[in-house]
């Protein structure tokens, strides 16, 4: 609490400073325009005097306009010595901004306005994988962790938030309340379930995809609000034991979850009653399964009848001769 008041009192002095700043240059204007136009006579027009003091506080100098009063003269001292100052801290304090954004952006120390995005905790061999499927699919991202190398997501421009994945803060910079969806690839599964506490609490729609190391945590990850748990270890151990016995099916597997070109397989939501003809699949489509209350059927033909909320898993795949197309 101490050091946010200490924050919180930096910036709004901050603010006043630069609210002061622009008073004195907007003062500087008015009254060089005023008294430009006053001493110089008649003919110099309100609106050339401010063409005067602009061109004037800016160093640009046309030469166009010049004082020949004493009082011009006297005015053209005050202008330049308040004016150009003010110009120039200005400038100073702009240089100063930029800068610092484009430090915070290459440390991941700022934050992000994304819309409807994925927030990929840590950086891992697992994540690099992930970033590689939504990519394909043109989908927003970005890296939040607290051991992260800046220089490597930068050089791949991959956008990046520095900080504990565990406090509101870091989240916050993240723009977790706007976020579609979180993935969490940790092999500490305490850490897993505190970072999805964390998000649940900030959004509570944000849908939430975790990796788990051991088995007996997955109902506490569930309880946490994880709605999509990877099994790692049970996974990997099954497709091992199938590829000694089976290693074709496990091939199939494994080009199925890769977007590859030639085969992939993907969803469709069905969004109201109907029968299955009357839902056609796209070019090259064929559908593999229909998922309802939790499970999957195998067994239908065209006039199955699809309730609402039901899916479709489909296989798309490319025919010899166009990929790439």
Wanted: net charge negative.
């Amino acid at each position: 609490m101490l050091i946010w008041l200490i924050n919180k009192i930096r910036t709004l002095k901050l603010h006043a400073n630069r609210l002061r700043i622009e008073f004195i240059l907007l003062c500087v204007i008015i009254f060089g325009s005023i008294a430009f136009s006053y001493f110089e006579g008649e003919d110099m027009g309100i609106w050339d005097a401010l063409y005067w003091v602009i061109v004037t506080i800016t160093t640009v100098g046309y030469g166009d306009f010049y004082p020949e009063t004493a009082g011009g003269r006297i005015t053209f001292v005050l202008v330049a010595l308040g004016g150009i100052g003010t110009i120039a801290y200005i400038f100073e304090q702009f240089v100063s901004f930029s800068m610092k954004s484009e430090f915070k952006k290459l440390f991941g120390s700022g934050e992000v306005k994304m819309k409807g995005h994925t927030i990929i905790v840590g950086w891992n061999a697992k994540t690099e994988e992930a970033i590689k499927e939504i990519k394909i699919a043109n989908g927003e991202f970005l890296v939040v962790g607290s051991e992260l190398n800046p220089a490597e997501l930068e050089a791949q421009g991959i956008i990046h938030i520095s900080g504990d994945s565990t406090k509101s803060d870091t989240l916050n910079r993240c723009n977790i309340k706007e976020a579609k969806m979180m993935m969490i690839p940790q092999e500490n599964d305490s850490e897993t379930i505190m970072i999805a506490l964390a998000a649940r609490k900030l959004n509570p729609d944000i849908k939430i995809v975790a990796t788990c190391e051991t088995r007996e945590h997955v109902e506490l990850m569930r309880e946490a609000g994880i709605d999509h748990i990877i099994s790692y270890a049970e996974i990997s151990g099954r497709l091992l034991a199938h590829a000694i016995t089976e290693p074709v099916a496990v091939n199939f597997i494994m080009d199925a979850i890769t977007s590859v070109v030639g085969f992939n397989l993907k969803q469709m939501r069905v969004d109201e009653n109907t029968k299955l003809s009357d839902i056609p699949p796209g070019e090259n489509e064929r559908v593999i399964a229909v998922y309802r209350d939790d499970g999957f059927i195998f067994d239908f033909t065209p006039d199955s009848v699809l309730a609402e909320g039901d899916y479709l898993v489909l296989a798309s795949f490319e025919r010899p001769g166009h990929a790439g197309r």
